[in-house]
């Protein structure tokens, strides 16, 4: 893949190195773990759209490519693309935070999808009052 093209940027670490909740003792939680996963890992996606959206760069981790983003992911599970508060008016700081809760490291902090929705809706209404 050339720079800057492909979904690397976009695979939660987790995803990309495993996680040490996918050994489980029975069949029915291994299938409630992998159904919860792969919502958690589609959060983290939305996450790095949503950094991309607000800082109006397709290149979330520069000009890295996908090996350099694996390999500095690998070094620090807990890397992400960096977000510059002094280019984000303070309207949007809710969405920074919602963006932040979204790549959390723990799959398990990460919101679900319909408590994304709702943030949303309520935030784009508060910013349409201003």
Same mark, same amino acid.
């Given at each position: 893949?050339?720079?800057?093209?492909?979904?690397?940027? %976009?695979?939660? @670490?987790?995803?990309? %190195?495993?996680?040490?909740?996918?050994?489980?003792?029975?069949?029915?939680?291994?299938?409630?773990?992998?159904? $919860?996963?792969?919502?958690?890992?589609?959060?983290?996606? !939305?996450?790095?759209?949503?950094?991309?959206?607000? !800082?109006?760069?397709?290149? @979330?981790?520069?000009?890295?490519?996908?090996?350099?983003?694996?390999?500095?992911? %690998?070094?620090?599970?807990?890397? $992400?693309?960096?977000?510059?508060?002094?280019?984000?008016?303070?309207?949007?700081?809710? !969405?920074?935070?919602?963006?932040?809760?979204?790549?959390?490291?723990?799959?398990?902090?990460? @919101?679900? %999808?319909? /408590?994304?929705?709702?943030?949303? /809706?309520?935030?784009?209404?508060?910013?349409?009052?201003?």
């Amino acid at each position: 893949m050339t720079n800057n093209i492909g979904t690397t940027a %976009f695979i939660a @670490p987790e995803v990309l %190195f495993g996680s040490e909740d996918e050994n489980t003792s029975t069949p029915a939680q291994s299938t409630k773990n992998k159904v $919860r996963h792969a919502t958690k890992v589609d959060v983290y996606s !939305f996450s790095i759209i949503m950094w991309i959206l607000l !800082f109006n760069n397709n290149s @979330p981790y520069g000009n890295l490519n996908d090996v350099q983003i694996m390999a500095k992911l %690998f070094k620090n599970l807990n890397t $992400r693309p960096v977000v510059e508060e002094s280019k984000v008016g303070p309207e949007m700081s809710w !969405f920074v935070a919602l963006m932040k809760q979204c790549w959390a490291s723990n799959p398990l902090e990460r @919101p679900s %999808f319909e /408590l994304i929705c709702k943030t949303l /809706l309520i935030e784009i209404e508060n910013l349409s009052e201003m």
